[in-house]
């Protein structure tokens, strides 16, 4: 599977899950399951019949946020249970597949490694779904997986939010390490950012505050750093905080839970691509209410860090950014 991402005319996505294989593959083929997070973010699914055999098919609706309905026919080319799917997807019976789609479950250690090429008629035309797929926010369909995942193994409520930057791995772990550069993007779209006080290390805390371009408001955080294992893994806790660095509530929710754990996955995807995750969870005990107010904010989280993932990929684009690293 590793060679399709040289064909120019397909768009290739892996993801480590922290699951077996055979979780995984539930997960894909069951009705039940796959109805808790197949489809962008905001979207349900209703499943009218599934035939899981060469020459089956699975015949879905897609309901979106906005209420339109998208009818779905998949039409399964090669089964082979616990490994490899091979699908057209995106068709019906009134109009064709857009694409062919190949995907395998591989076991790393107990986790499963899912690889997937979409393949398309030319390459202008997977540029132009990959613009599509990343405008519709469909990648986030694998970050739902690992969310429910995580959900069945261990019963743990998380955020999850992947993209993949034009950089290597080790730039991409200083400008998430080093305050000059995390200024510059971790606030969202149309937010500021500057540290009172940084210190990024193992065991350091760091006082920051956030505000918009106008100073109409203003908030201040704090950030405990728990791990930092260069260039793979970054992990902290982070609080708000009021202008003198007390612990406080976020100033608009609340119910939101007090702490936060971030956890930050960087992995090469070739020479000059790195893919990151973000796994967001509640740290210590919550309240119901404080848990349902994470549960219910997915979709808002999602907005937010793909603002920060936006700028960071303008940032990036920066030639004075890439001659300091």
């Known amino acids: 599977m590793s060679g399709s991402r040289n064909k120019p005319n397909e768009i290739y996505l892996t993801r480590l899950y922290d699951a077996d294989v055979k979780t995984v593959w539930d997960a894909w083929t069951d009705p039940k399951q796959v109805a808790k997070w197949w489809g962008p973010r905001g979207f349900t699914l209703t499943t ?3 035939d899981l055999r060469p020459g089956g098919h699975w015949s879905y609706t897609m309901h979106g946020p906005d209420g339109k309905d998208w009818e779905n026919k998949t039409i399964y080319h090669e089964v082979e ?32 490694l899912m690889e997937m090429a979409m393949a398309f008629e030319n390459p202008e035309v997977a540029k132009q779904m990959a613009g599509f797929i990343k405008q519709a926010g469909g990648n986030s369909t694998w970050d739902r997986l690992a969310e429910f995942l995580t959900h069945e193994v261990s019963g743990k409520e ?69 791990e930092m294992s260069r260039p793979l893994k970054l992990v902290y806790q982070q609080q708000f905080a009021d202008a003198s660095g007390k612990v406080s509530r976020h100033p608009h929710a609340p119910t ?14 070739g020479p000059n691509e790195t893919r990151v995750t973000v796994n967001w969870e ?33 940032y990036l684009s920066r030639s004075a950014v890439r001659s300091l690293i």
């Open 158 to 226: 998380t955020f999850v939010i992947n993209r993949t930057f034009r950089a290597p791995i080790e730039t991409l772990y200083d400008l998430w390490t080093k305050p000059e550069h995390v200024t510059h993007w971790l606030a969202p779209t149309g937010v500021e950012m500057e540290f009172v006080r940084a210190d990024i290390r193992p065991g350091g805390k760091s006082f920051f505050r956030m505000f918009d371009a106008g100073q109409t408001f203003e908030f201040f955080g704090l950030i405990e750093y728990v």
């Open 256 to 269: 939101w839970p007090e702490t936060m754990l971030t956890t930050v996955a960087f992995a090469s995807e």
């Open 48 to 50: 009218h019949s599934k």
């Open 282 to 314: 509640i740290s210590g005990t919550a309240t119901r209410e404080e848990l349902e107010a994470f549960i219910q904010e997915r979709g808002g989280m999602t907005q937010g860090w793909t603002g920060s993932f936006d700028k960071l990929e303008e």
């Open 81 to 112: 249970k616990y490994s490899r799917l091979v699908y057209d997807h995106g068709g019906n019976d009134d109009r064709p597949p857009l694409f062919r789609v190949t995907v395998t479950f591989q076991d790393v250690k107990g986790k499963t």
